[in-house]
T-cell receptor, first 114, second 114 residues
Framework: AQTVTQSQPEMSVQEAETVTLSCTYD???????LFWYKQPPSRQMILVIR??????QNATENRFSVNFQKAAKSFSLKISDSQLGDAAMYFC???????????FGKGTSLLVTP | EPEVTQTPSHQVTQMGQEVILRCVPI?????FYWYRQILGQKVEFLVS????????KSEIFDDQFSVERPDGSNFTLKIRSTKLEDSAMYFC????????????FGPGTRLTVL
């Protein structure tokens, strides 16, 4: 079965600090994309960052960056200079070329404290 | 401006009733998806729709579910005979580029089955 594992149900970070959310996945496909989505209390799903599996360079989007370890099937999200607005559920997901559906993990709830 | 809207935002129905959830993309898209999220759980894929036909569906998407684009614009999800366990947030997502493209999620419809 193809799965996504987020081993941290909850994380907490102080404002302006850095936090890393972990994600591992298991797929037999060689061609896939990885995503991090943010879900604030409004429950709207918002794309944070995307990584193409065939690219070795880690993706970055402003304060958000990933550590992609393909051999280990690991895809962690680093949030630098955390802000109160970063508080949300964060979901890791992947998409394979055999079907474009997103396969999500169970999520990590991030709390940002002043 | 959001890429996609969904109506209604909240639907309350009696068990056994039919419901239709609507997704309205702002501009032309090729790929449409329905996902659901039971409260406190992960987002689960239901079905994808491309070129006016189902391209992929999950085990959740059984005979009580159907999708269509009745007027070439709106994208609907019909649940024929709702069950208590159908209570969830239902998200429509749209995508332009196919594999690896960003899926834009709608704000969701909260379905409550009594």
């Amino acid at each position: 079965a193809q799965t996504v594992t987020q081993s941290q149900p909850e994380m907490s970070v102080q404002e302006a600090e850095t936090v890393t959310l972990s994600c591992t996945y298991d797929t037999s496909e060689s061609d896939y994309y990885l995503f991090w989505y943010k879900q604030p209390p409004s429950r709207q799903m918002i794309l944070v960052i995307r990584q193409e599996a065939y690219k070795q360079q880690n993706a970055t989007e402003n304060r958000f960056s990933v550590n992609f370890q393909k051999a280990a099937k690991s895809f962690s999200l680093k949030i630098s200079d955390s802000q109160l607005g970063d508080a949300a559920m964060y979901f890791c997901a992947y998409e394979t070329n055999s079907g474009y559906a997103l396969n999500f993990g169970k999520g990590t709830s991030l709390l940002v404290t002043p | 401006e959001p890429e996609v809207t969904q109506t209604p935002s909240h639907q309350v129905t009696q068990m056994g009733q039919e419901v239709i959830l609507r997704c309205v993309p702002i501009s032309n898209h090729l790929y449409f998806y329905w996902y659901r999220q039971i409260l406190g759980q992960k987002v689960e894929f239901l079905v994808s729709f491309y070129n006016n036909e189902i391209s992929e569906k999950s085990e959740i998407f059984d005979d009580q579910f159907s999708v269509e684009r009745p007027d070439g614009s709106n994208f609907t999800l019909k649940i024929r005979s709702t069950k208590l366990e159908d209570s969830a947030m239902y998200f429509c997502a749209i995508e332009r580029g196919g594999f690896g493209g960003e899926q834009f999620f709608g704000p969701g419809t909260r379905l409550t089955v009594l």
